[in-house]
């Protein structure tokens, strides 16, 4: 069987590129391959390390090589464009996997299970889901304004909207039979995002790291779960604040001659999750007044010299390293900094 110190792959939907280096000065095999002559090709290969992108399709064939003996290290794309020499084709960018793999201060993707990238899919359809539930909220408003129809915002006043479409004599028809086309649509998303909120929650029942996130105030069973099946392995990040960081909640820094400039957060990094984290704090600033402790203690401060949006941030932040501090070592969040006045 062939050996090789390492391989980088450039993934794509039906063809594969391949740079495999025999030693560290030595000659370097590239190959093209379909999709059916990958598995063959690595099943005839010693096993090594193998790198490739953390892009589509990229956890599913990590599990694959893994499955034939293989090391694999999955980059985020974004650290392996520094190593591309010139130009852009899928030989330069197996080269730039390569060569960027064998960094000794690279940074890897932990491999998602099968379990963890089918709980994701809950995730994202839900959110899916409930887009099209606003855009079709918007329009029933849009719509109903122009015959002098409105109601408050809000999820909850839909009902009332509709009381008053319903009601009004002057509506015409074939607007009736718009709204009605609209209202089953509306329904039938409902019924759907119901469903998949059980699925979530049943996914959360089973995981005991999601029960434990749980115990934090401001997380639920959607904010724990989707953490659990993102953050595979949280003893990659150094600290809570590095996870902090690759969320994008962290200030952005701009700093030189060691005078540090720090702006607003980042905004890098899971976007859903940081959504989720900042409407769970939104949560909890509304119910500081009716708790104790420490993290009320802190919030109060803050709140007297920064604006809510700001604190509502910052709180984010610190349940972030909160959560990392629970994953890593396994204990119960501490309710006596946060409870019941």
């Not at 074939?174 to 089953?184: D, E, F, G, M, Y």
């Not at 996870?243 to 962290?250: E, I």
Request: charged share 25%; with cysteine; aromatic share 6%.
């Amino acid at each position: 069987m062939k050996e090789f110190i390492r391989i980088g792959v450039d993934l794509a939907k039906n063809y594969f590129q391949i740079h495999a280096l025999e030693s560290e000065d030595g000659h370097a095999a590239t190959r093209k391959l379909s999709r059916q002559a990958m598995r063959k090709c690595f099943s005839e290969i010693e096993p090594c390390v193998v790198g490739m992108e953390a892009c589509g399709s990229a956890h599913y064939w990590a599990r694959e090589l893994r499955a034939m003996g293989h090391e694999v290290r999955l980059i985020p794309p974004i650290y392996v464009k520094p190593y591309v020499k010139r130009g852009k084709n899928d030989a330069a960018d197996a080269a730039a996997i390569c060569e960027a793999m064998s960094r000794p201060e690279m940074r890897f993707v932990p491999v998602k299970s099968e379990e963890q990238q089918a709980t994701l899919m809950l995730h994202k359809t839900r959110e899916l889901l409930i887009k099209q539930r606003t855009m079709g909220i918007n329009s029933l408003r849009g719509h109903l304004s122009e015959f002098g129809i409105v109601a408050a915002k809000g999820l909850g006043r839909v009902d009332e909207l509709l009381e008053k479409a319903e009601s009004d004599a002057t509506l015409p028809e074939i607007a009736k039979a718009a709204l009605t086309i609209l209202v089953q649509h509306l329904e039938a998303i409902e019924a759907s995002i119901a469903v998949l909120d059980q699925e979530i929650a049943a996914v959360h029942t089973q995981s005991p790291v999601s029960r434990l996130l749980a115990s934090i105030p401001g997380i639920g069973k959607i904010t724990a779960s989707a953490i659990v099946a993102s953050v595979p392995d949280p003893s990659i990040f150094k600290s809570g604040r590095d996870f902090s960081a690759w969320l994008g909640m962290t200030p952005r820094q701009n700093s030189s001659g060691g005078k540090e400039k720090l702006g607003s957060i980042t905004k890098r990094g899971n976007r859903y999750l940081r959504r989720l984290l900042v409407l769970g704090a939104t949560s909890l600033l509304r119910v500081v007044g009716r708790r104790k402790g420490a993290l009320r203690d802190w919030l109060v401060a803050l709140l007297a010299r920064k604006p809510a949006r700001l604190v509502t941030v910052a709180l984010a932040n610190k349940l972030a390293r909160i959560i990392w501090a629970v994953m890593t070592t396994g204990e119960t969040f501490r309710m006596e900094i946060f409870a019941r006045a």
